[in-house]
């Protein structure tokens, strides 16, 4: 009777794992390869080969700290895989990542959103790349603006580019949240944004595949992407969008699009924006031309970016001397001249400059005629040297500051220029922290921020709850009240003019 029963059982054991097999196959669909030998090499050898060359030739590891995402661009390997290594290059290959976040722009199906793959792995030459399918599948069920459909991903190359880079980089223990993300509108992105923020940690590695200009001539390339790498750079989704916007109107000469995953860049921009801690860097810039293949009549631009997080550790001090003010402040005045003067923009040869003024700083300019505000515009950042930041805040504050007109070039010798040069922020607990006159504040609540700079307690005479009143009504817009449980972070400010260095 055994013998009977137990084969009988062997059967149906057999059938139901069959089944089983059967099912799991029918719902896990592995994404595989669409541009393998086309982009890059569909040889794994041949690939390993070439990523390895490109990794040696790239900008070497620069000790930037802990990378939190990458901005890379997507297109050949021949083309654009040596910048890419510069910005890979960069990441820690010992580290290890929860999750890696790939957000690539739709080249193939119109959309409005981003999707994310779910249904399986993704393959390349080198293996398998394993997908966190399931917090895929929790963000698509959770956010509207999220979906899952294969066909966005079927064709695309902006993620599978990227992938080889982080297999040879990370190894093959890899886990993704691939995205290709339709977006044709900024409010679009902000909800993308939203719904990603909570993974923007230490825990979690960004990665956004881009290009920059497409089809200029070389030397309109470099000029547009420049300006567009500042703005990414200043962290601000509007700075993008202007610069985006302005570059347009210019009509540069077969000037398709500034950015092409323009999406990607400025979702990860609404996420980041205010985050006081996050810093963007530059590590690397070619365009098509300079590729040995390249053609300098129709080029394409691509930077490799590097984004961390700084830590609240105490640094250094950091002080200047009456000639780095005196230097800033003559730069700051020439440069203006130069930009209402629609002249060429001439920047000093840091080896002539002192150690602080090639210190990466944030940094305010601000502008009066005859006592009164006339422009203002900085940034917190320390993400490049202060004279560059103190140029770039000059042109900005004369020309961009929109409760003001452009400054005119008659009245660039009416102009007073004042210098804020930023100290790291550090976030505080209480109030109590807080010191009237010393102290800039900073208050962040969700996606709302705004700041004071410290000598606006001075020049109002507030009392520090007026202080903080008045940030968070009128510059953060969250109520009189609304600093009391919000984020505060403060700082402090070097400022200095141009009466008090006796240059005016």
Sequence with gaps: MRRQFA????????????????RQQATSIDRQPAVAGQFYPGNAAELRATLKDLFANAVPPKGIGHVQAVIVPHAGYVFSGGVAASGFNQI??????????????????????????TDGNFITPLGVVQVNTKLGKQLVENNK???????????????EVQLPF?????????R??????????????????????????????FV?????????????????????????????????????????????PDLVTSLC???????????????????IQIVDYKNSGDASVGDKERVVGYYAMVVTARSDQKKESFNLTDKDKRDLLVLARKTVEQKVGQLDITTPDPSGLSKALTTNCGAFVTLRKKGDLRGCIGRFDASEPLYKVVQQMAIASSTEDYRFSPVDPREVNQLEIEISVLTPMRRIKSIDEFELGKHGIYIKKGARAGTFLPQVATETGWTKDEFFGHCAQDKAGIGWNGWKNAELYIYEALVFDEKELHLR
Excluded at 261 to 279: A, Q, R, S
């Design 7 to 22: 084969f009988p059982l062997v059967i149906a054991l057999a059938i139901l794992c069959q089944c089983a097999l059967a």
């Design 166 to 174: 982080l297999q040879s980089r990370l190894g093959k223990d890899i």
């Design 145 to 159: 603006v999220l979906v899952s459909r294969n066909d966005a991903h079927q064709l695309e190359h902006s993620v």
């Design 208 to 252: 956004i595949s881009t290009d920059f200009s497409h089809y200029p001539a070389y030397e309109d390339a470099k000029r547009a992407d420049k300006a567009t790498a500042e703005a990414v750079v200043s962290r601000s989704p509007d700075n993008l969008i202007r610069v985006m916007e302005e570059n347009a109107r210019k009509q540069i």
């Design 261 to 279: 995953g323009w999406p990607c860049v400025l979702t990860f921009l609404y996420m980041i924006e205010n985050d006081p801690k996050v810093t």
């Design 92 to 117: 820690d290959p010992g580290r290890h990542f929860d999750n890696i976040f790939v957000l690539g722009p739709s080249h193939h199906v119109g959309f409005e959103g981003a999707s994310i793959y």
């Design 176 to 205: 993704i949240v691939p995205m290709v993300l339709g977006a044709s509108s900024a409010a679009t992105c902000k909800k993308i944004a939203d719904a990603l923020r909570p993974y923007f940690n230490e825990n979690n590695l």
